[in-house]
């Protein structure tokens, strides 16, 4: 290398931290994503197994939003965020400034997004560089859910929950003024389970078998939408910014049974309300707990839900009748 080479690297290396810097405060400001995906965290969430090798190709570079390791170490352009990659990011930058070719990264692709296995700073210097692809080996991960590179992968998850929500149960036809969002994917399989478990409970107490169509608008009359009522009635989600009114829901159902088994009574539903805020309003939501609904025996889910029926016998008789 000649001496008068280092500055250059130097100055461009300065350069990208500086651009690191500006994006990850303008995205700060604009609220889009300004990290890395973490492979790793969407392999959890996705539940991706087995990859496939496709071929050596050339990948658009602004199609590679994830790494393998490495996400903290750059921003989600790829520019570097750490100072300890100087001097690797340096030497690649002398090698593009001498004419030299650089060996293909390596690449996983999951949906539309990238993400790099080996070459983080081949892809941080070109993207610096403004160029638009670079060779790589991809191996692919298959996923039906549609990711993208500025994809919230949380975002997307609850989004494709709450779709095979509706689809399952026909929420939207069957109750056109219901609004259920949740803030985590893994609430609407707690829906799931708690609507069927009440169609189980339904079915005996009216000694005939409930349909599923019957057993959501049943659930949403008479469970669902009471405690909805409640909560808004005492401004329980003004403690819970962020979070709906179906959060609290699956939340409160816990909280009930768990005030429930504490004062040794049945306790009425605005109780319970006024007892989450107070205890946890304006602290970070606890979602271990909502997790806690998944783990509770069936007999003593059936147990409370029965106890609810008996306060809306009136409705399913009309509705029977």
């Not at 975002?155 to 939207?172: K, N, P, Q, R």
């Not at 329980?236 to 709906?244: A, I, Q, S």
Request: aromatic content about 10%; hydrophobic content about 40%; proline content about 4%.
């Amino acid at each position: 290398m000649r001496a008068d080479q280092t500055p250059i690297e130097s100055r461009r290396w300065k350069q990208a931290r500086q651009s690191a810097l500006v994006q990850d405060v303008l995205a700060a400001f604009t609220r889009r994503p300004a990290g890395l995906m973490s492979f790793e965290d969407v392999q959890h969430k996705l539940q991706l197994e087995d990859a496939h090798y496709l071929e050596l190709q050339e990948v658009p570079l602004d199609q590679i939003a994830g790494s393998v390791g490495r996400y903290a170490d750059f921003n989600r352009a790829f520019f570097p965020r750490q100072d300890h990659l100087q001097a690797r990011w340096q030497r690649i930058e002398e090698m593009l400034r001498a004419g030299r070719n650089l060996p293909p990264i390596e690449l996983y692709k999951v949906g539309q997004v990238y993400f790099v296995r080996d070459g983080n700073h081949r892809v941080s210097v070109a993207r610096h560089r403004g160029l638009s692809s670079l060779e790589a080996f991809v191996w692919e991960y298959e996923t039906d859910v549609p990711l993208e590179p500025d994809s919230d992968v949380d975002e997307l998850l609850c989004h494709t929950a709450h779709a095979a929500f509706v689809e399952t149960t026909h929420i939207d036809r069957l109750c056109p003024a219901a609004r259920i969002r949740l803030t985590q994917a893994s609430g609407y399989d707690d829906l799931l389970r708690e609507i069927r478990a009440y169609q189980q409970i339904l079915s005996e107490i009216d000694r005939r078998e409930i349909g599923d169509d019957e057993a959501l608008t049943l659930w949403y009359d008479i469970r669902y939408t009471p405690i909805v009522e409640i909560i808004r009635q005492r401004g329980v989600l003004d403690h819970f910014p962020g979070r709906t009114e179906a959060d609290l829901y699956l939340w409160l159902c816990w909280n009930l049974q768990d005030l429930e088994a504490s004062y040794g009574h049945y306790v009425m539903d605005h109780e319970a309300a006024r007892d989450l805020r107070n205890r946890f309003g304006t602290t970070r939501f606890p979602a271990r707990r909502v997790g806690r609904l998944v783990s509770r025996s069936t007999r003593a889910a059936a147990a409370w839900m029965a106890a609810r029926w008996q306060a809306g016998r009136d409705v399913l008789r009309r509705r029977s009748g």
